[in-house]
């Protein structure tokens, strides 16, 4: 079959529909965080590293970069800036004295658990106005999702 024909003509639909509505759903809960949480809204940057590290704490500057797509001395200046902060935490590894592991402060776990709150506020909201089918299909669509976010991820490649 050719790229034209029409399995192919569904799955690019399907490719362009998934990259907008993520990116909208993302956009959507972004904007409701930032107008009702009572903190300043961090960069993105920032965010996506407190989110890893509480996913993985203890994780080194190096696995945080691979995982976050970033570059290591971005993910080092960032760690800086949080550190000041009182966001994160270093800690010097026992045995290698030139790798240090992050970990979440008091403050940014509390942050944290707040914006993960208001999130899944918004999104539970969201899924109650929906039907029990289109509640199912998401539900059903979680282990897929996953999948497709670790093959588009370059280290699966």
Same mark, same amino acid.
């Given at each position: *079959? ?26 959507? !809960? ?9 903190? &300043?809204?961090?960069?993105?940057? %920032?965010?996506?590293? !407190? ?5 993985? #704490? ?11 797509? *970033? ?10 800036? *949080?550190? #000041?902060?009182? +966001? !994160?935490?270093?800690? %010097? ?8 592991? +992050? ?10 658990? #707040?914006?993960?709150? +208001? ?34 991820? &370059?280290?699966?490649?």
């Amino acid at each position: *079959m050719t790229p034209s024909s029409a399995p192919g003509r569904d799955l690019d639909r399907v490719a362009a529909g998934l990259a907008e509505r993520v990116l909208a759903l993302h956009r959507a !809960l972004d904007r409701r965080v930032a107008a009702d949480h009572p903190h &300043p809204k961090l960069p993105e940057g %920032q965010l996506a590293l !407190l989110r890893y590290v509480a996913r993985r #704490e203890g994780a080194t500057v190096r696995e945080a970069a691979e995982a976050l797509l *970033m570059k290591p001395n971005n993910v080092s200046t960032l760690v800086s800036q *949080m550190t #000041e902060r009182g +966001l !994160l935490e270093r800690r %010097q590894d026992g045995t290698d004295k030139r790798v240090a592991h +992050l970990h979440l402060t008091a403050a940014s776990r509390g942050r944290l658990a #707040e914006v993960r709150e +208001l999130e899944a506020g918004y999104v539970r909201e969201a899924l109650l106005s929906l039907t029990e089918g289109e509640r199912g299909a998401l539900g059903s669509a979680l282990d897929a999702l996953d999948a497709l976010a670790n093959r588009l991820h &370059p280290a699966a490649r």
